[in-house]
């Protein structure tokens, strides 16, 4: 099959429809190995867009490739917990193996070896991925044996199955994960009670939204109830938010692994409280390996009559697609994930209007999160009353927690709300006497770094929000590297489309660079206060509101760490001055006093 | 903003001690300091509150103890870096006057050329030049790989841009400084071009 036809049969499946772009692009590039500016113009031509804004798209994402990078291309996961893992040595020692530079495609286009964003195997890393496969637990061993399977040109399916195992690690259970329904007991509770009262329970169950920020999933959905569709064809929607990008959080990707159905089931009933006929799950980039096992529980569900027309013997109709990212973190926050539905790069929009009113194709949407989905199939089946009972006042219900770092047991933790940090160290194995915990990252890069002093605070809504990262960190670790890796994963994170983020988190990262590389001085740190604010107050969205929270809070708790690597009280450039006259030396042949800077500040050595 | 702006202290007792206040053109065109001069008879009255030090209007050669210090340009050879440096050692405030003090501006155009390439077409294969090789002097300070802002080298307060900032950002920034308000330009007077 030519290219033109590949791309045609991409095309016709995707009905030329623009806002499928994201489908067609990840598509056609599974066939083709990248996207070529002709590529892009045949694609371009068929949707009838702007050719510039399909290339926009195709530029926006990490996982589309508008060069060609190699018939293997190899992804280290970049996280703290990979870091801590040691990754940074199993990827050198993979580049000299195989002759390369990190990000560089070997001459002969074989291979590709980079670094990528946080992929969601915190409690299992180091990870890689390859071809956008996940491959677990590396090792300097594994290291040898895949470089040599690469050499051979071995297919990526061709290799031992074992590599590609990714574990649930469920250490605890509660009301969510032991939750004993069985496929469609929920939304057959749900079609009894009639989306009005539904929509009751769920208020009444004062559920709240997992994603982190807590907003009231009853609400929301109420929301974009009494909103009406507009234009030519009015509609309601439900988005799932699956785009499980904050670094450390993994819960998601075990929900879909392990309980598909009871997220399916939950989309459902959300579809039939706000009147919608259609669900979307945007799965990250990174999960592509769960679609097809996805794809066939959907499959599964159609054939029990629990999707498409006439459910469950009623006139309630839905049915549920999966659109994958593409490896952008920012697609996680709702009205980015929206425009990432429809094709376009994922720049969050301006609100209001906010989704439930004006979402996907503008027409009343609900997006949320996968756990809150989840969720809702408990208090279908045993009522809002039951289900109040679980958790505190104001966080009902129970809380999946993704723990990793340094502790004995990483993995899935469910609890009611209101659980101690302490009592959730002490069963991962990492409480007292066990390992020297220092500090707790929350919520991930934008969450909260807690010190010991703090370990008695709880999870929950009125204490410590959180959509479920918990990265543990022993008294080994560097706490201003854990914060420099994360200056760095905003820096590649950000959109672009506001100023104060986009250069905002290249000057936090290029200062905290400064700092590691010891030419950091007292103005450096001032410099990364006034930054804060600064990106706190000014950004378009949430990513650069808290894009220099783990620096403010590492700043605040672990200022030590920083302070003995800073140069000197003085101001100090970031790079060698010296050097900086090393051309005109050679070129002039000069090596006299004049030719050369004193290395600090004093007027004398010049004079 | 014609008319003088009224910065005598009336309401407040005039300070005992004139502000002193350097000033240095490194890689730039003078065009700042023009831009200085530009706030007219303004300077009379603003020479009732502050006094020169190192400045190109004393010719003072070198910088002592001062109140405030005005840098205009960038960083193109090591003498800039000397001249910054005693700036810095002398100045309690220090102040980037304008584009290529802030950015690097014009002169830092030649940072997409290696500095030897430069160096080699100037002065040894250029058509119609003497091709008398690349001065060695010791006297000539060395330029310097790539054109520095100034804030890339010392610590820096303020930042006045535009090329030039305008004679009114100037004299506001001034008279800001001498009533002991944080200086801020505000709409009109910030802008860089």
């Known amino acids: ?607 | 903003m014609n008319a003088p702006m009224n910065v005598t202290t009336n309401a407040n007792p005039a300070p005992a001690k004139k502000l002193r206040v350097a000033t240095a053109s490194l890689a730039g065109c003078f065009g700042c300091h023009m831009s200085i001069l530009d706030i007219d008879e303004r300077l009379l009255t603003l020479l009732d509150l502050i006094e020169f030090d190192r400045t190109p209007l004393t010719d003072i050669k070198r910088c002592g103890p001062c109140d405030l210090g005005i840098i205009e340009g960038g960083l193109c050879n090591a003498e800039n870096v000397h001249v910054l440096r005693e700036f810095r050692q002398n100045c309690k405030i220090l102040v980037a006057l304008g584009a290529c003090a802030i950015n690097g501006g014009l002169p830092a155009q030649r940072n997409h050329l290696d500095l030897r390439d430069v160096l080699e077409e100037v002065y040894q294969t250029e058509y119609l030049v003497s091709h008398g090789g690349i001065p060695n002097d010791p006297e000539l300070p060395l330029p310097l790989n790539k054109v520095h802002p100034i804030h890339e080298v010392v610590k820096v307060d303020y930042f006045l841009p535009g090329c030039p900032p305008p004679a009114d950002a100037i004299w506001k920034f001034l008279t800001d400084l001498l009533a002991g308000r944080t200086p801020a330009l505000g709409h009109g007077l910030l802008h860089y071009d």
């Open chain 1, 1 to 607: 099959m030519s290219d033109t036809d590949t791309i045609d049969a991409v095309l016709d499946r995707h009905h030329r429809n623009g806002t499928r772009l994201m489908q067609i692009l990840r598509e056609t590039q599974e066939q083709l190995g990248w996207l070529s500016p002709a590529t892009l113009t045949i694609i371009a031509k068929a949707v009838a867009w702007p050719r510039a804004m399909v290339e926009g798209t195709a530029d926006f994402y990490s996982f589309f490739h508008t060069r060609p990078l190699g018939r293997y291309r190899v992804l280290w996961s970049d996280n703290i917990t990979d870091r801590m893992l040691g990754n940074t040595d199993l990827m050198e020692s993979m580049c000299k193996k195989l002759w390369l530079e990190p990000g560089r495609v070997s001459e002969d286009g074989l291979v590709s070896v980079d670094t990528t964003s946080c992929t969601g195997m915190c409690d299992q890393g180091p990870a890689v991925l390859v071809n956008y496969r996940p491959i677990t637990r590396m090792t300097p061993a594994r290291v040898g044996e895949m470089v040599g399977l690469i050499r051979s040109e071995t297919p990526v399916a061709k290799w031992p199955v074992e590599w590609f195992a990714v574990d649930d690690n469920i250490r605890r259970k509660d009301i969510l994960l032991d939750h004993g329904l069985v496929a469609g007991q929920a939304l057959a509770a749900a079609l009894e009670l009639g989306a009005e009262k539904m929509l009751a329970e769920i208020k009444a169950a004062r559920l709240r939204g997992r994603g982190g920020a807590g907003f009231g999933t009853g609400l929301k959905w109420e929301a974009c109830r009494n909103a009406e569709g507009h234009g030519a064809h009015p509609a309601h929607y439900v988005v799932c938010n699956a785009d499980e990008g904050e670094p450390g959080t993994f819960k998601d990707r075990v929900l879909l692994t392990s309980y598909a159905d009871l997220v399916f089931e939950g989309m459902s009933i959300a579809g039939l409280v706000v009147g919608a006929k259609k669900g979307l799950l945007y799965l990250r980039g990174e999960y592509h390996y769960l679609l097809d096992p996805l794809e066939s529980a959907l499959a599964t569900r159609r054939q029990a009559g629990l999707l498409g027309a006439n459910i469950l013997g009623t006139s309630f109709e839905f049915d549920i697609e999966i659109h994958l990212g593409a490896g952008a973190y920012i697609c996680g926050e709702e009205s980015a994930l929206i425009e990432s539905l429809e094709g376009k790069p994922g720049r969050p929009r301006i609100r209001p209007p906010f989704p439930v009113t004006h979402g996907y194709l503008d027409q009343p949407t609900t997006v949320n999160n996968v756990e809150t989905l989840a969720a809702s199939c408990l208090i279908a089946a045993h009522g809002s009353e039951w289900y109040a009972r679980h958790g505190t006042e104001k966080s009902t219900g129970s809380k999946l927690l993704s723990v990793s770092g340094d502790c004995e047991r990483p993995g899935i933790y469910e609890y009611p709300y209101g659980v101690t940090v302490r009592q959730v160290l002490e069963d991962c194995g990492a409480g007292f006497g066990k390992c020297d915990c220092q500090a707790v990252q929350i919520s991930g890069p934008s969450g909260l770094c807690l010190t010991a002093a703090e370990f008695d605070r709880r999870i929950a809504f009125e204490d410590i929000p959180t959509a479920g990262a918990f990265m543990v960190f022993d008294e080994s670790r560097d706490m201003f590297e854990v914060a420099r890796n994360f200056a760095h994963f905003f820096a590649h994170e950000s959109c672009g489309f506001c100023t104060p983020c986009r250069v905002g988190t290249t000057l936090v990262r290029n200062l905290m660079d400064k700092i590691a590389n010891r030419h950091g001085s007292p103005y450096d740190i001032d410099e990364l206060f006034k930054l804060h604010r600064l990106m706190q107050g000014a950004s378009h969205c949430g990513l650069g509101n808290s894009a220099c929270n783990p620096i403010f809070d590492t700043l605040n708790k672990f200022r030590p760490a920083y302070e003995r690597r800073l140069m000197s009280l003085d101001y100090e450039p970031a790079f060698d001055l010296d050097a900086a006259l090393s051309q005109a030396r050679q070129m002039t042949g000069r090596d006299d006093a004049a030719a050369h800077f004193s290395a600090h500040l004093p007027n004398e050595a010049e004079a």
